[in-house]
């Protein structure tokens, strides 16, 4: 079975990229490397360069590749850029999902999976957070991807396209094996900024805000491990190949960390001190997102095998130490 892995150059899409080929899957990536690493790709892997927006480009892989499936990486992800810069995340999220399915439906392939996110819930009704809970975006990155799930309804209905929608709580961490991991510029995730400490590039780490309503006053986030996430897309596809229906799937480890939290536990996970500074809360930042991921575990028979945070951070340390400039 082939699958075309659009965006299999970024951080999430290359660690699906592992597990495919582990798993025995024939994989074709394509990405525009403007934000993935062609050195994230393995050689294992099919190779082109190319925009998700370009109908050729697209087309011609689907004329010259057999492709029995479709996993969708490929969109922009910073919320703070999404607000300065609105239009760019429509066109890349949405213009590039849009033909992405047009090429799809003209190409006969039927079945695709992709990313979404905690963000197209912005301010939670409850935690944990379920898939029918509201979705009400707080910011144009999080609306994006919520117009990307209902772009796939659709179009499914129309074409018949099978869809399974992931949504994201917090990625982090890197492959065991330490040969790819996290690599963005500029890095806004709290993970790899507190690793920068230890790894000498930055004195402390900022705290957004310690007036938030949780036990210690900084925010509480669901951190979810990437090899993981990538699991999951397999077994989304897998689900679909076996008749499963189109859904939406929350993927958390359904515990939740204040930053305070991550910063112990990457202080145990490094052995190093690393000092922090309280600053003002960044807009938009909800003050707790925990998943449930129920859901997921009954339909797709999904089950992290992360869980525990120093160990995720300690394949995180593994990367960054061994790579302090990135896939540079
Ligand atoms: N955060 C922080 N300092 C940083 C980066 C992030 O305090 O330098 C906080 C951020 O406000 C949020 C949490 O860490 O509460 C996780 O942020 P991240 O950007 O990693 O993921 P998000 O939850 O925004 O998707």
């Known amino acids: 079975m082939s699958v075309l892995v659009f965006g299999g150059a970024g951080y999430i899409g290359s660690h699906t990229v592992y597990e495919l080929l582990d798993n025995g899957y024939d994989v074709v990536v394509a990405d525009n490397l403007s934000t993935g690493h062609i050195e994230a790709v393995p050689e294992r892997a099919k190779f082109y360069n190319g925009d998700i927006r370009d109908k050729k480009f697209v087309d011609g ?129 709290l993970i790899p900024i507190i690793l920068q400490v230890p790894n000498g590039k930055r004195p402390y780490v900022s705290i957004f805000g310690d007036d938030y309503d949780t036990p210690d006053g900084t925010c509480i986030r669901d951190y979810i491990h990437v090899t993981d996430l990538a699991r999951a897309h397999i077994l989304a596809m897998e689900y679909m190949a076996k008749g499963g229906q189109s859904d939406v799937f929350n993927l958390g480890n359904g515990v939740g960390f204040s930053v305070k939290e991550i910063v112990e536990a990457s202080e145990r996970a490094t052995g190093f001190k690393i000092p922090v500074k309280i600053e003002k809360r960044r807009a938009g930042d909800p003050a707790k997102l925990v998943a449930s991921s129920q859901k997921a575990k009954n339909v797709l028979k999904w089950k992290p095998e992360f869980t525990n945070i120093e160990e995720i951070i300690k394949t995180a340390w593994l990367w960054h130490s061994t790579h302090p400039n990135g896939y540079k």
């Open 61 to 189: 892989i689907f004329k010259k590749e057999k492709i029995d499936c479709v996993i969708h990486f490929a969109a922009y992800s910073l919320v703070g850029e999404s607000m300065s810069s609105p239009l760019k995340y429509y066109n890349n999220n949405l213009y590039g999902t849009m033909n992405l399915l047009e090429n799809m439906v003209e190409n006969g392939v039927k079945n695709i999976v992709f990313s979404s996110t905690a963000a197209t819930y912005g301010e939670p009704e409850r935690i944990p957070i379920y898939e029918e809970d509201r979705t009400c975006p707080t910011n144009t990155y999080g609306e994006t991807k919520l117009s990307m799930e209902k772009m796939m309804k659709w179009t499914e209905q129309a074409h018949g396209i099978k869809y399974v929608a992931l949504r994201y709580f917090n990625a982090c961490g890197a492959h065991v094996s330490g040969v790819i991991g996290e690599d963005h510029s500029p890095e806004t995730h």
